[in-house]
């Protein structure tokens, strides 16, 4: 048996599939405002929102600006002036709509769960959108506690992330943690900084990566996960 005992996972493309949430979401907005829906226009709004959540990563930007930044700047390419967090509003509540799951992500919280293994969330996000989204997957349950960056104060990889959650658990042994997520840049690099194990999920088998990050273990499949704890796919022990 793994000396884990306190399992965190990330949630936006780990347990629930934030792509498929945010191109529904990114749908509404570009409709909204007639803008072609094409891969162009995406990325474009990929780019901006990508770049401005690693300035927040990195302590250089709040929440308050990147919210209030992202979609006025994406639409401000078009030659389209908005009110940001009005849009940005707009967006948030059609991503609190987004109950999808990632592949096997339901087995293995239920086989980790019925095995006795303490379950975390452990994310990065709006509590808000991210409470609503749990709750219309019907995921709540597996949980212990949720951990959401907004109600923190700190996002991922800041190391009072997972100091709060220590804290907040009373067990400050970092060999019963681990850490699951897909963020080499948040996840993997947060778990790094304060000396507990993780695990990659590297789902889109990504093969040229930072070496200067690297994880504890990293799988391509959830269910790769059961192995670590000495449990077989089918859940027997």
Do not use: C
């Given at each position: 048996?793994?000396?884990?005992?306190?399992?965190?996972?990330?949630?936006?493309?780990?347990?629930?599939?934030?792509?498929?949430?945010?191109?529904?979401?990114?749908?509404?907005?570009?409709s909204?405002y007639?803008?072609?829906?094409?891969?162009?226009?995406?990325q474009?709004?990929?780019?901006?929102?990508?770049?401005?959540?690693?300035?927040?990563?990195?302590?250089?930007i709040?929440?308050?600006?990147?919210?209030?930044?992202?979609?006025?700047?994406?639409?401000?390419?078009?030659?389209?002036?908005?009110?940001?967090?009005?849009v940005?509003?707009?967006?948030?509540?059609?991503?609190?709509?987004?109950?999808?799951?990632?592949?096997?992500?339901?087995?293995?919280?239920?086989?980790?769960?019925?095995?006795?293994?303490?379950l975390?969330?452990?994310?990065?996000g709006?509590?808000?959108?991210?409470?609503q989204?749990?709750?219309?997957?019907?995921?709540?349950?597996?949980?212990?506690?949720?951990?959401?960056?907004?109600?923190?104060?700190?996002?991922?990889?800041?190391?009072?992330?997972?100091?709060?959650?220590?804290?907040?658990l009373?067990?400050h042994?970092?060999?019963?943690?681990?850490?699951?997520?897909?963020?080499?840049?948040?996840?993997?690099?947060?778990?790094?900084?304060v000396?507990?194990?993780?695990?990659?999920?590297?789902?889109d088998?990504?093969?040229?990566?930072?070496?200067?990050?690297?994880?504890?273990?990293?799988?391509?499949?959830?269910?790769?996960?059961?192995?670590?704890?000495?449990?077989?796919?089918?859940?027997?022990?």
């Open positions: 048996m793994m000396k884990y005992k306190k399992i965190i996972f990330d949630l936006d493309n780990t347990i629930l599939d934030f792509r498929d949430t945010e191109e529904k979401a990114l749908r509404k907005i570009i909204a007639n803008l072609p829906y094409t891969e162009d226009t995406i474009s709004y990929k780019g901006i929102n990508h770049d401005l959540w690693q300035k927040l990563e990195q302590g250089k709040t929440r308050e600006k990147l919210f209030a930044s992202r979609f006025f700047l994406f639409l401000e390419r078009f030659g389209i002036t908005v009110d940001g967090k009005k940005d509003t707009m967006y948030r509540n059609a991503l609190s709509e987004g109950f999808l799951m990632m592949k096997n992500a339901h087995e293995v919280l239920t086989t980790l769960k019925n095995n006795g293994y303490k975390y969330a452990g994310t990065n709006v509590a808000r959108t991210q409470r989204r749990l709750a219309g997957a019907n995921l709540n349950h597996f949980f212990e506690e949720i951990f959401i960056s907004e109600e923190i104060g700190v996002e991922k990889p800041d190391p009072f992330f997972f100091q709060y959650i220590f804290e907040t009373n067990s042994n970092n060999d019963e943690y681990l850490m699951i997520g897909d963020s080499l840049s948040s996840d993997i690099k947060g778990a790094k900084n000396g507990i194990d993780s695990v990659w999920y590297n789902f088998h990504v093969k040229n990566y930072p070496s200067t990050v690297q994880s504890t273990y990293t799988i391509t499949d959830l269910l790769e996960l059961l192995p670590l704890f000495g449990i077989e796919k089918d859940g027997a022990k």
